[in-house]
Structure formats: structure tokens, C-alpha cells
């Protein structure tokens, strides 16, 4: 996948959040994630709101529907559980603000994609809490698989990672962060992020 498409697919399953509740049957489940899709995409090609930053137009759609704190516990990795309440929580309010700005900052607008809902998965029987939920987006001629993980928090299900083509949102990140801790534990990773906001911020 050439990176501009990468990037389309990318913004696309990020920014696709969805909540569901425990009892509802396939067909409903993709009704709801295909309304969530479209209410996000109608806000990334909204061109009377463009001019407030893209990040903060979906931020809040994000920050309702995707487990954030789960996400940057498994970014980080077993070295998760060696950062203090106050490094966990201040880690997950920049890793927030990283993945968010990241790939709206990199979003190109061009041709809607087309997105075919498929059947939830539940990939593990004995873990009736984590599902699946397989689409295939169709972009420029080429289909793309990407799978939504969703585990179920409270009373609600989010989203804790994206696989585009196989690849794992998480296993991406971790690749990243992991190193960071190991090389200086959870201050280098801490440093590391702010310094990434900062660096989004001055461009």
C-alpha cells in the first residue's frame, strides 16, 4: 500500500468509532459502526468547519468511543505496570493527543472511500468481552481489509485497536515505545511524547 493510501485507511479506521451494547445482534452492530463511520467522515469533509483544526473536530468522538488508557497500556507493553498512577495517567493524556494529531495532521481529503461492513468475530470463546469486526474499505480500484478489536468496559464496548492489512495499530506503536522504555523507562518515554507534541505543534 503506497503511503497516501495507508494514510486514508489509517485516518479512516481511527477516526471510525463506535459504542455498542452487549446484546445486539451482528446486523445492528454494523448499522451502528457504519452510522459512526459516516458521522466521522462528514465531519473530516466538512469544509464549512475546515478551518478549525482537524484534530479538534474529531477529538471528541474519539475520546467518547476508543479506550485510550487500554490502548497506551498495551502500546507501552509489560513495562507498563514499572510507571507510577501519576506517569500512567500523564503518559495516556499525551499518547492521546500523539495519535490524534498524528494522523489527522497526515490526513489528505480526495474521494470518499467505500467501506463494506462485515460479520463480528468473537475470536476467543473464553473472552466473550473482546470481539472483532472485519471491514473492507475500497479505495482508488483496491480493497483493503481492516479489523476493529473492541473489548467491552463498564457497559460499553470500545475500541482498542485497528488492523489495517494485518498490521496492528498497537503492535506499530509498541514497536516504537517499547524501545523508549527500555532505553530509559518511563521518563524517556514521557520526554519523548511531549517532545513529539511539541515538535506537531511548531510546524
Known sequence: MNLRLFKLAVFT????????????????????VKGAVDE???????????TTPLALRVRPVLEKYF??????????????????PEQQACTVTLFTEVVIRNYAD???????????????????????????????????????SVI??????AENWRIVDVKIEGVSMIA?????LNPLFQHGGAPEVIATLKQNLANSAAK
Do not use: C, H
Open 148 to 153: 476493529y478489536r473492541m473489548e467491552k468496559s
Open 40 to 50: 466521522v467522515l462528514a465531519v473530516a469533509y466538512d469544509s464549512a468547519t475546515a
Open 13 to 32: 479506521v481511527l477516526f471510525s468509532s463506535v459504542g455498542l451494547a452487549a446484546a445486539e445482534p451482528a446486523a445492528e452492530v454494523n448499522g451502528v
Open 172 to 176: 506499530n506503536w509498541r514497536s516504537q
Open 67 to 84: 479506550n485510550f488508557e487500554s490502548i497506551t497500556r498495551k502500546a507501552v507493553g509489560p513495562g507498563w505496570q514499572q510507571f507510577t
Open 106 to 144: 497526515r490526513f489528505e481529503a480526495g474521494d470518499r472511500p467505500g467501506i463494506t461492513y462485515l460479520a463480528e468475530v468473537v475470536p476467543d470463546p473464553k473472552r466473550p468481552n473482546v470481539r472483532e469486526l472485519p471491514t473492507s474499505i475500497d479505495y482508488a480500484g483496491k480493497k483493503y
